[in-house]
């Protein structure tokens, strides 16, 4: 299945969120997820499914002003 | 005085930027110094195998200071609300922040998205802190949208020019006597923030100000007295300018005092 992680084209076997993170090695970090632009929440990730050409933002706290 | 924002106390009236400090240490030591009880963060792509954000967050988390996202870069109303629903969800907290940028020159506020997004937010339960400009039928459609918090600029962000607009921010402060209004970017220097303070805002917010100074920690120190330092003098309320001269010192009884002098 074709992604674009974070602005990536990637190439993945997975098949929900979960597994995408864990395949992407973030595995405990303090992330928030979107799918298409919409959050998925963190307890819906195991049940978020992908579908191909789908676009996955994964972000953490960074310094802000 | 403590200043409340929403339904929660702070005491400093000073909130901190995490941006732009030459080194995790002197962030952590301009912080303290700062004395902000509230510190801005931020959310960027996260990658899998450098996890820059874990290391970050470890800083931020001891601080104990109270954490308000931002949602900095947005351009569009849906950028800014997916921003922060990810940010409520990270950083558990209902503040967010609220910027829609409208303008790369000057990163203005889009006030059109601007207060479109504030009404998406409130509606969800967001308490919202939107960054706007001084104007005053935006502030108002603001309060409408259920915004309790005004963050009108003081001057482009980055910029260091202080208060571009004096008699805005005046009208704004007259408009709204009851509502918190923060300065929010564009201070330079600490008598730009003292001003703020002296024309009755309740509290400054920056960044680039202290991070980018020679010693960022003495400047956060400096700020910190500047802003004390306007809040008390608004509070002890100031004389009023006058054209002419007005002698301080007793006129009645000076030595050698003759009809010439009258």
Known sequence: MNLTL????????????AELLDEQGYGDAKVATAVNGTLAPASFRGATELTDGDAIEVVAPMQGG | ????????????????????????????????????????????RESGKEQAGQNFWSYIKDTGARILPNT????????????????????????????VIGEDDSLQPDVFGLIEAAKILTEEGFEVFPYTTEDLVVAEKLLAAGCEVL???????????????????????????????????????????????????????????????????????????AIES?????????????????????????????????
């Open chain 1, 6 to 17: 974070n602005g990536e084209a990637i190439i993945t076997k997975t098949s929900t969120l």
């Open chain 2, 1 to 44: 005085m403590p200043i409340q924002f929403y339904d929660q106390q702070v005491s400093s009236r000073f909130l901190i930027g995490t941006a732009l400090y030459p080194s995790p240490s002197i962030m952590l030591d301009a912080i303290k110094a700062s004395g902000s009880d509230i510190v801005t963060v931020s959310l960027r």
């Open chain 2, 72 to 99: 900095a870069g947005c351009k569009t109303v849906k950028e800014a609300v997916t921003t922060a629903h990810m940010a409520r969800e990270i950083f558990e907290t209902p503040w967010v922040k609220l910027e």
């Open chain 2, 151 to 225: 963050m009108p600029w003081g001057a482009p962000i980055g910029s260091g020019r202080g208060l571009n607009n004096v008699y805005g921010l005046r009208s704004l402060r007259a408009h709204f006597p009851k509502v918190p209004l923060i300065v929010d970017a564009g201070i330079g220097l600490p008598s730009h923030a003292a001003a703020a303070m002296e024309l009755g805002y309740d509290a400054v917010l920056l960044n680039t100000a202290v991070a980018k100074a020679g010693d960022p920690v003495l400047m956060a120190k400096a700020f910190a007295m």
């Open chain 2, 230 to 262: 306007g809040h008390l003098s608004y509070v002890a309320d100031p004389i009023e300018k006058r054209d002419m001269a007005a002698p301080s010192t007793p006129v009645a009884g000076l030595p050698f005092w003759n009809q010439e002098h009258a």
